[in-house]
């Protein structure tokens, strides 16, 4: 399961379509090195995005 304290180079693995959401959720900075060894939590944060949206999200799709 994602969580709010897995990183965003975790959740590429997790989840073969995290790419696609994140960069739905306007993350445009997937190949950005800080990007990997963030969040997912820091990267909502950041983006100004839903955490539980965004987890909803790369948790069921």
């Given at each position: 399961m994602?969580?709010a304290?897995t990183?965003?180079?975790?959740?590429?693995n997790?989840?073969?379509?995290?790419?696609?959401i994140?960069?739905?959720?306007?993350?445009?900075?997937?190949?950005?090195?800080?990007?990997?060894?963030?969040?997912?939590?820091?990267?909502?944060?950041v983006?100004?995005?839903?955490?539980?949206?965004?987890?909803?999200?790369?948790?069921n799709?």
């Amino acid at each position: 399961m994602i969580t709010a304290d897995t990183l965003i180079a975790d959740v590429l693995n997790i989840n073969e379509n995290a790419a696609e959401i994140l960069i739905d959720f306007g993350m445009h900075c997937l190949g950005c090195a800080i990007a990997h060894q963030e969040t997912v939590g820091e990267a909502a944060a950041v983006h100004g995005i839903n955490l539980d949206d965004l987890l909803d999200a790369l948790n069921n799709k």
